[in-house]
């Protein structure tokens, strides 16, 4: 659908771009550089990657200085390069579990194995506004580095058991739901109910903004589902395949940013009739700690019986996804001149019966 009876047709089209770059670029005094982006606004680009399910943050960047700072549409550029890729290799199971963890924090417990690490966080601080920040340049920010950490390696190993193993081995927690054979949300048709894996890769693309919103409803008073975060990390995970000449060995491709997010929810008997508490799971790209946590709201609220909206699996998964809720708001911006031209006839028809069944009524 296009713009066909616009006056000018294509040309107009094309004035347009024209005109929006030029309001992107009137008022600036320098290009902003792609490479700013990625390493200053890390938890945009992390939050485009995570919902144009790519991870790679240099054209995350890119797709946010087009979009001129959009994230739907950020986001919708990164999935439509993302399905021009060839898939070559698919890559080993990864295990969160071995992160190299530059945070972690529990809310469940206070001690816990390896201590709390708090890490890169604004968690802690207050929201003041830093005027401080609208002249920095670049010698100040390299001393900056050397005085607040200087002795910070950011290639350090740590690596820490998790919290939720450890009430697993207490026979507290149910055992690690199975999601079968793996559904790619990519290739294959959606279809009702959805097999688990469908599930955490729908949510693992969601939009931030709708997925908190639902877990907000849910948490709130819509459901009993008011969980506490058994433990949360933030780290690098390496990504490995089979070694294509010997497929008993693996080749290391590199390492991802993910946020690991487990929560403990309320506890339930299983089919032995053992009490035992249940665990929500969310997992994302880069460090997006509120969404990993609102992921693992959602994804404990579709695994269990309802009647609330977060539990309502068709209207979940069809309703969080940025790509298809800003494209179906978005295109009542197109032409509907004929669907609306009819609503207007219906609408004349329907007003000259009424005029002609008060004429044709007798007064008394």
Same mark, same amino acid.
């Given at each position: 659908m296009g713009y066909v009876a616009v006056t000018g047709g294509q040309k107009a089209i094309e004035a347009a771009d024209r !005109?929006?770059?030029? +309001?992107?670029?009137?008022?600036?005094? /320098?290009?902003?550089?792609?490479?700013? !982006?990625?390493?200053?606004?890390?938890?945009?680009?992390? @939050?485009?990657?995570?919902?144009?399910?790519?991870?790679?943050?240099? +054209?995350?960047?890119?797709?946010?200085?087009?979009?001129?700072?959009?994230?739907?549409?950020?986001? *919708?550029?990164?999935?439509? +390069?993302?399905?021009?890729?060839? @898939?070559?290799?698919?890559?080993?199971?990864?295990? =969160?579990?071995?992160?190299?963890?530059?945070?972690?924090?529990?809310?469940? $417990?206070?001690? !816990? =194995?390896?201590?709390?690490?708090?890490?890169?966080?604004?968690? +802690?601080? /207050?929201?003041?506004?830093? *005027?401080?920040?609208?002249?920095?340049?670049? /010698?100040?920010?390299?001393?900056?580095?050397?005085?607040?950490?200087?002795? $910070?390696?950011?290639?350090?190993?740590?690596? $820490?058991?998790?919290?939720?193993?450890?009430?697993?081995?207490?026979?507290?927690? *149910?055992?690690?739901?199975?999601?079968?054979?793996? *559904?790619?949300?990519? @290739?294959?048709?959606?279809? $009702? =109910?959805? =097999?688990?894996?469908?599930?955490?890769?729908?949510?693992?693309?969601?939009?931030?903004?709708?997925m908190t919103a639902l877990a907000y409803s849910s948490m709130r008073g819509h459901t009993t589902n008011h969980p506490t975060v058994g433990e949360l990390r933030v780290g690098y995970v390496e990504v490995t395949i089979a070694y294509p000449f010997d497929s008993s060995e693996s080749l290391c491709l590199g390492e991802l940013m993910l946020t690991e997010v487990e929560t403990i929810n309320a506890f339930e008997r299983d089919d032995q009739g053992d009490v035992k508490l249940r665990l929500g799971y969310g997992l994302t790209f880069g460090q997006n700690e509120t969404k990993a946590i609102a992921m693992a709201i959602l994804e404990q609220g579709l695994e269990t019986k309802g009647e609330t909206p977060s539990q309502d699996e068709e209207f979940v998964l069809l309703h969080v996804d940025s790509i298809e809720a800003n494209g179906f708001v978005s295109h009542l911006k197109l032409p509907h001149y004929i669907t609306f031209q009819s609503k207007l006839d219906v609408l004349r028809q329907t007003q000259k019966l009424a005029e002609s069944e008060k004429t044709e009524t007798p007064k008394e």
């Open positions: !005109i929006n770059q030029w +309001y992107r670029i009137k008022d600036a005094a /320098h290009s902003l550089e792609t490479i700013e !982006i990625e390493k200053q606004l890390r938890h945009l680009t992390d @939050r485009v990657m995570s919902e144009g399910g790519l991870y790679a943050s240099e +054209y995350a960047a890119l797709a946010i200085k087009q979009a001129e700072g959009d994230l739907c549409e950020a986001a *919708f550029l990164m999935r439509a +390069y993302r399905s021009t890729l060839e @898939r070559t290799y698919e890559s080993e199971i990864i295990d =969160p579990g071995q992160m190299r963890v530059i945070r972690r924090i529990s809310s469940a $417990f206070k001690d !816990i =194995p390896g201590g709390q690490m708090l890490g890169p966080t604004m968690d +802690y601080t /207050h929201r003041l506004l830093n *005027f401080t920040l609208e002249n920095e340049q670049a /010698h100040v920010l390299q001393e900056l580095l050397k005085e607040q950490i200087p002795e $910070f390696d950011t290639n350090q190993t740590l690596s $820490f058991p998790k919290v939720a193993g450890l009430l697993r081995e207490q026979g507290l927690l *149910f055992p690690p739901k199975s999601s079968g054979a793996l *559904f790619d949300i990519t @290739r294959d048709k959606l279809t $009702f =109910p959805a =097999p688990r894996s469908a599930k955490l890769q729908i949510l693992a693309r969601g939009e931030t903004g709708a």
